[in-house]
């Protein structure tokens, strides 16, 4: 098990409402990166964070944003979800340019009906 | 076309056997090269990482780079029922923001 944890595992929410998921990064790592994993797909990049600000971003609508906290904890929020929006959520934690060397959390399975 | 191509399968082999996964790529700026293991409900594990061109190794696990032909393999030996799982590639661009892009991943299963 790696040290990233997210939170909730599992969550279903209506056409139209707004959702926010958490994720603790591994002891030591700085960076924090979103993905996208919709069924059989690969993840897709969402954004990544370092010092509480958003260093890079994928093609994802602003309805996405994200925060980092001082201790390098993050929150993906989703505005307006849309049925699409249905996916696995994973996080990534690293230390600074080392996105090769990510541990990855178990996700968070958003479903929206 | 996609950046990185991986065939889904799902892919069926018998406990012992060889098995070879594989990913095309289009893009030659590509230096990093990763395989990824992820079991059901879980998330991405990391199984190998590569810098450019070449073979490494770890335990039952070969990874292959072919810049050449922008080609990477991975090879399992002595496959395990433990082993069944979806296998995703995944690269990057050397510099700042290293942004990993993936393959579909390989639904593989190892039968007793």
């Known amino acids: 098990e790696t040290g990233v944890t997210q939170s909730p595992t599992h969550l279903i929410k209506t056409r139209g409402q707004q959702v926010t998921l958490r994720c603790s990064s591994q002891?030591?790592?700085?960076?924090v990166s979103w993905y996208q994993q919709a069924l059989g797909q690969g993840p897709q990049f969402i954004f990544q964070?370092?010092?509480?600000?958003?260093?890079g971003r994928g093609n994802f609508p602003p309805r996405f944003s994200g925060l980092q906290f001082p201790n390098y904890s993050s929150e993906l929020n989703v505005n307006a979800l849309e049925l699409d929006d249905s996916a696995l959520y994973l996080c990534?934690?690293?230390?600074?340019?080392?996105?090769?060397?990510?541990?990855f959390g178990q996700g968070t399975r958003l479903t929206v009906v | 076309q996609k950046e990185v191509e991986q065939d889904p399968g799902p892919l069926s082999v018998p406990e012992g056997a060889i098995v070879s996964l594989n990913c095309t790529y289009s893009?030659?700026?590509?230096?990093?090269f990763m395989w990824y293991r992820q079991y059901s409900r879980k998330g991405p594990e990391l199984l190998m990482y590569?810098?450019s061109s070449g073979n490494k190794e770890d335990g039952r696990f070969t990874a292959q780079v072919d810049k050449s032909s922008k080609y990477i393999s991975l090879f399992i030996r002595d496959s395990q029922p433990s082993d069944s799982a979806t296998y995703l590639c995944?690269?990057?661009?050397?510099?700042?923001?290293?942004?990993?892009?993936w393959g579909l991943g390989t639904s593989l299963g190892v039968n007793p």
């Open positions: 590569t810098y």
């Open positions: 893009n030659s700026a590509f230096q990093y």
């Open positions: 995944a690269m990057s661009r050397a510099g700042n923001n290293r942004k990993l892009i």
């Open positions: 990534a934690s690293s230390l600074f340019n080392r996105d090769t060397e990510a541990f």
């Open positions: 002891s030591g790592h700085n960076t």
């Open positions: 964070y370092y010092r509480e600000e958003e260093n």
